[in-house]
């Protein structure tokens, strides 16, 4: 009877730790997925919301906006956002 304890312990041991493993797994695989979140949500910020492909990369004068890549900015007239007309654009240089 007593063997039969002593393995059932060392099966609850065994069950806790494969929980704690899983549990860690779990964790970093949420970790993960806050990451890619915000990576996504960072990169959904950045993207050109004309052709939603490229890096926006064009600053809009005089509002200032930077709403999409240089090879859309040339077909804008007025700015997406504030609808303010576009007099001039910089290419912005983001790290
Ligand atoms: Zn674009
Ligand atoms: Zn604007």
Do not use: Q
């Not at 919301?49 to 007239?77: N, Q, T, Y």
């Amino acid at each position: 009877m007593g063997s039969g304890l002593a393995g059932l312990e060392r099966f609850y041991n065994v069950v806790i730790n494969l929980n704690l493993f899983n549990w860690c797994i779990f964790l970093s695989i949420l970790e993960l997925l806050s990451l890619l979140g915000d990576y996504e949500k960072l990169k959904e910020e950045r993207t050109c919301k004309i052709c939603m492909d490229a890096e926006s990369s064009v600053v809009f004068l005089p509002c200032g906006h930077i709403v999409c890549c240089s090879s859309c900015a040339p077909v804008l007239r007025t700015c997406p956002i504030c609808r303010s007309y576009i007099k001039g654009s910089v290419r912005a240089y983001m790290p």
